[in-house]
């Protein structure tokens, strides 16, 4: 009887611990990707993600067919798709890798439970995360809600498992089997097609990110600590969408980045760790996810939902959207956006800042935009840096905290080199006005914190 293993948020064959197990089974093996717009719960992706995806199935089918299996697609609810499938095929086994929200985990114990019951072995494994976020507790047995004391306890027990070498073989099964075409899920814009800045900035699959993580190690990675907050410069690793799609594990990266660590002293070494926390970021916003599996759409801290959001001024947020607010930096890291699918990690807290606190529109709006246009959008990471920005998330920053856009365009952009790429009439008659007084708005937007302060 062949095994199933069922790909998710981990399309690599590399350190794969669900096709690991498959193979060590020693029966044939069936992948299967499921496109799951049906379940209850589950978010439709964003058109950005869905160009992504599109590009990573062809990179991973093409992976397994090279080593010898095949990859089936599948839509519909996972449930009754994967029940069906493992049905069909007659497989003794199904694998996984865990995700971790909520309307995906009880799909995932469903399925579990009716598989079990008819007799086949399931089981899944930590693949997407170095520490399940049920291990990681406090002393009184409850989720870490501040930052720095869950990273310490994270990185003081025993380390991240190794990586698995990436399979030389995998026995594929020979039964014939029904695959949907990817053209048939039509996951590509074609009218219109937005795709071209998508296409020249990202090779999505596993070995454009193993490529891009030797290079970052190679040419970035003793700068790091220095450099990852001037968005000019090529400083960051660009490992985000990888990550969000499972091309790369974070154990592949971490051990990667910490035997560079291993090797380096002073500077290199402070900019080695710095990276390795920024993995622990990561951990933490998917951490806060499984314990609040509302991030999207909930505050975090409960006495937000007393701030007094005005009504949405649509004009505003289409200006925000689009790049013409007339505050240089932010509209460079909204068209950068717009156009490549990603946005540098300073000028994402910049915009967030001035939709929120300068715009008084509501977080949710900008975490929609962004989740609809980013590449690396995920469940986790999206949602919870719009809260920290907002004030209303986990450890987030201080609500005073307004960054001013000019004042971080002069500090973290001096030459104004980020902001000529992406705004080229940046200087001329043709850069619109600034749409609103920045004193005035912070001003306000203080004057609307008072509230949540009253009901605290
Ligand atoms: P590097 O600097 O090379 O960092 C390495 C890895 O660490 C990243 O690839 C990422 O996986 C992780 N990481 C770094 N910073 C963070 C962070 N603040 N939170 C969580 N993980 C982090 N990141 C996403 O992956 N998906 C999102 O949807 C997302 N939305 C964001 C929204 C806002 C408003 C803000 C302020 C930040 C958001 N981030 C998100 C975090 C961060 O901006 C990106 O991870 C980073 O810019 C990706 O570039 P990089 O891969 O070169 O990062």
Known sequence: APSVIWFRDDLRVGDNPALHAAIQRGRPIVGVFVLDEESPGFRALGGASLWWLHRSLLSLAASLEGLGARLILRSGPAESVITALTASVGAGAVFWNRRYGAAEREV?????AGLRAGGVETESFAGSLLFEPWTIRTGQDRPYSVFTPFWRACTSGPPPRMPYPAPRKIPGWG????SDGLADWALEP?????AAGLRSEWEPGEASARALLDTFLRDALDDYADARDLPAEPATSRLAPHLRWGEISPYQVWHAADAARAGATGRAAASATRFLTELGWREFCYHT?????ELASVNIRREFDAFPWPPLDDRALRAWQQGRTGFPLV???MRELWRTGSMH???????????TKNLLIDWREGERWFWDTLVDADPASNP???Q??????????PYFRVFNPDLQAAKFDPQGEYIRANVPEWGTDAYPAPIVDLGDTRRAALAAYDQVKRTK
């Open 108 to 112: 995932d114990t469903r399925i579990k």
């Open 175 to 178: 039964g014939a089997m029904a």
């Open 190 to 194: 074609t009218r219109p097609d937005w």
């Open 289 to 293: 996810l499984f314990h609040a599996p």
């Open 331 to 333: 509209d460079a890291g």
């Open 345 to 355: 990690n300073r000028v994402r807290m910049v915009v967030a800042s001035f939709l």
């Open 384 to 386: 919870f840096n719009w």
């Open 388 to 397: 920290w920005v907002a004030g209303s998330g986990a450890d987030a920053a």
